[in-house]
């Protein structure tokens, strides 16, 4: 999968960001050109989503499915969802959320989404505290203009974030992608975390404590994006909570 959003309507920490970026032969790319390496590297089953120069969604199928490492996207009323992975307990949280036992993983998560944020407000770690399983999302919410992701615990699925050469956010199960998108200043998205757009990045597990920046530096020596951990003893005065005062709507689809 893969997911870019201008700099106006996600804000990542600025430590993701790499001077080393700007100053290797390879320099990170503009939010088309990732695009365009993305459908490169999966030409078949692939469909994608402009919203303006807003946002980029855009999927690849499997061939053939995999139950346990599932790649879904699904959109209802202008919300949309990418899903890595699967839910052990997913027919549980269709029962609690009133969906269909057929739903799934990407539908739960945009009806849990959809939910918790016209109940709001509401902290956004009860968006995901209940998900059993491996599993990645990225939801947008293309009404709100807001960007809502979320990595699992247990490690079982990769994701990667990192910053376009326009300062747009970049993010993707596929390594090779992201680090010719985004140079130097890309990092493993931390697990067990959450980003929001408005509120930034949390760990879903400790909501109470802040996130830690940690220098990491490459194999050639180089700073590059850095990776974030739990920060045990400073703590934050409020949990996050979901939401957004943004409006703009365009959008357009494609698919190959």
């Not at 549980?92 to 959809?114: C, D, H, P, T």
């Not at 399983?133 to 709100?144: E, L, M, N, P, T």
Request: proline share 6%.
């Amino acid at each position: 999968m893969l997911a870019i959003f201008h700099k106006a309507f996600a804000h990542p920490p600025e430590e993701l960001n790499s001077p080393s970026s700007y100053n290797d032969s390879k320099q990170p790319k503009l939010p088309e050109e990732t695009l365009n390496d993305f459908l490169s590297h999966h030409p078949r089953n692939t469909s994608f989503m402009t919203f303006g120069d807003a946002a980029v969604l855009a999927y690849a199928g499997q061939d053939p499915p995999c139950p346990l490492h599932q790649r879904l996207f699904c959109g209802f009323e202008d919300i949309y969802c990418l899903f890595l992975g699967s839910l052990n307990n997913l027919f549980s949280l269709n029962k609690q959320y009133g969906l269909s036992k057929g739903s799934n993983e990407a539908m739960f998560v945009i009806e849990a989404y959809r939910t918790l944020r016209d109940r709001g407000p509401y902290p956004a770690d009860q968006v995901i505290k209940d998900l059993d399983g491996s599993f990645a999302f990225v939801v947008y919410d293309s009404k709100a203009g807001t960007v809502f992701a979320a990595l699992g615990s247990d490690g079982g699925v990769k994701l990667y974030w990192g910053v376009a050469a326009d300062g747009s956010v970049v993010i993707s199960d596929d390594l090779e992608v992201i680090k010719a998108g985004c140079a130097k200043s890309f990092a493993p998205f931390p697990t067990g975390c959450i980003f929001h757009s408005e509120e930034g990045l949390m760990s879903f597990e400790h909501p109470m404590n802040k996130m830690k920046a940690m220098p990491r530096v490459d194999s050639e020596g180089a700073m590059c994006g850095a990776n974030f951990k739990v920060d045990k003893y400073t703590r934050v005065n409020s949990i996050p909570r979901v939401g957004s005062e943004t409006n703009w709507t365009h959008w357009d689809s494609h698919q190959t």
